[in-house]
């Protein structure tokens, strides 16, 4: 008979031989590769982790599942939004360094997936909180010893307004990304990808997905909904032919965790960008109408033509910036919706297959009909 130990069991049965017979180790915690090969085994095989932007609609998603396999979960948010046994939620601002060395004591694996709402669309935010805030997030984790950053980042930062089809992640990033939010995710992107430092102990990977969704989503699916009520989705952008990923939520947190748990430093993914989405490209037009079919609205029907509609769009989008002081109207059709709903943007996820065994874990169909099924309050009559 063979006795089998956990990845847990053996790092507490590590920290008790250390006890009892301490081994000579460096006090900087940063060389922890450079001591003994136990050491950095309890290390690697730490189930101690953190979620920064826990609260939201993708990091509440990565700590159920995380506390499933049986991790210990931290969630760091500006906000706490839920509560579930066996969370400690630590309320504060990424910017905040003393505030996230609390949250990062102990914790050796952090999952960075706080960022303001695209919608927003407020420069200094984003940078404060996505460049910045990522700049102290990186200099905390390194403070606190911890050895893993996985990044949420975005495929869009490739993305500047013209079609991508079966993008890579050797295309270039966008020099003119089409908002902020993507403009300073690039940045994000490049600062998390740089601190990965094998010497200094500090692995980091950018998960990069694509048009998430999925229950409890703040806004694929209720914007959708609000501009149907407001009977503006009659229309299609385009000819209603272009191709477009959308991930269902459960894929993503699944390219999250097992990119977390392929971080070694002897593995090919330390320092890299990385796709994940449901490698199932969809017309644009095709899902919307499922979602809005599936919740009791008409589908849209009538095609008009893309440049008029991208015109009209970033004709209001100026307008609104000239009256801002005057009067607040947010339009829905800003000219980054326009573009992501009539032209081509999918990518390949075949460097996540090849460097980390990815698969998509739940398809698109059965993911629409989780999500349809997740929103009784936003059917049509409701
Ligand atoms: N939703 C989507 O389609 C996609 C999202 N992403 C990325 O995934 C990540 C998660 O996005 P979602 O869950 O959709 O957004 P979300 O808005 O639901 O969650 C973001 C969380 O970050 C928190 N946060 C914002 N500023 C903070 C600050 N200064 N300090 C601490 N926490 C702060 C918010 O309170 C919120 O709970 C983001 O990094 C986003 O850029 C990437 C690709 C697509
Ligand atoms: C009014 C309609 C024409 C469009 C309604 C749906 C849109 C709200 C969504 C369609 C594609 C989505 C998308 C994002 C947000 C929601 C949509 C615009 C992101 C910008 C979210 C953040 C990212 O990193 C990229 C996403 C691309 C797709």
């Not at 065994?357 to 398809?363: D, L, Q, T």
Request: with cysteine; net charge positive; charged share 20%.
């Amino acid at each position: 008979s063979s006795v089998r130990l956990s990845p847990n069991s053996l790092a507490t049965l590590f920290r008790f031989l250390k006890e009892i017979f301490p081994v000579s180790s460096s006090s900087n915690r940063r060389n922890a590769f450079r001591i003994s090969s136990l050491e950095s085994f309890s290390a690697w095989s730490s189930k101690r982790c953190a979620v920064i932007g826990g609260s939201g609609f993708l990091g509440r998603h990565l700590v159920e599942k995380l506390l499933g396999k049986g991790y210990t979960v931290s969630v760091f948010d500006i906000r706490q939004s839920y509560e579930l046994p066996g969370v400690t939620f630590h309320q504060g601002d990424l910017c905040d360094k003393q505030a996230l060395l609390t949250a990062l004591q102990g914790v050796s694996l952090v999952f960075h997936c706080a960022s303001p709402a695209p919608a927003s669309d407020d420069k200094a935010l984003f940078q404060r909180v996505n460049i910045q805030g990522t700049h102290t997030v990186l200099q905390a984790c390194t403070e606190a010893g911890v050895q893993k950053v996985v990044l949420t980042s975005s495929a869009s930062v490739v993305f500047e307004g013209t079609d991508i089809k079966d993008g890579r992640e050797d295309l270039p990033y966008a020099k003119k990304p089409i908002d902020y939010y993507t403009e300073t995710k690039i940045e994000q992107e490049k600062l998390v990808l740089k601190a990965c430092d094998k010497e200094k102990g500090l692995l980091t990977v950018a998960i990069r997905p694509h048009g998430i969704f999925g229950p409890r989503d703040p806004q694929l699916v209720p914007i959708l909904v609000d501009t149907a009520r407001r009977g503006n989705m009659k229309f299609i952008i385009g000819d209603g032919s272009n191709l477009v990923d959308f991930t269902f939520v459960d894929n993503v947190v699944h390219g999250l965790i097992l990119s977390a748990e392929s971080l070694r430093p002897e593995s090919p993914i330390c320092g890299k960008a990385y796709h994940i989405t449901n490698d199932e490209p969809v017309r644009f037009w095709d899902f919307m109408s499922d979602i809005l079919v599936g919740l009791g609205y008409a589908a849209p029907r009538y095609n008009l033509p893309y440049t008029l509609v991208y015109g009209l769009a970033l004709l209001l989008w100026l307008l609104s910036l000239l009256l801002c002081p005057l009067v607040a109207f947010k339009p829905t059709f800003t000219p980054m919706r326009v573009a992501l709903a009539g032209k081509h943007h999918f990518y390949s996820c075949s460097r996540a297959k090849q460097d980390m065994g990815y698969k998509p874990v739940v398809g698109l169909k059965d993911g629409i009909r989780r999500t349809v099924e997740s929103y009784p309050h936003l059917r049509h009559g409701a």
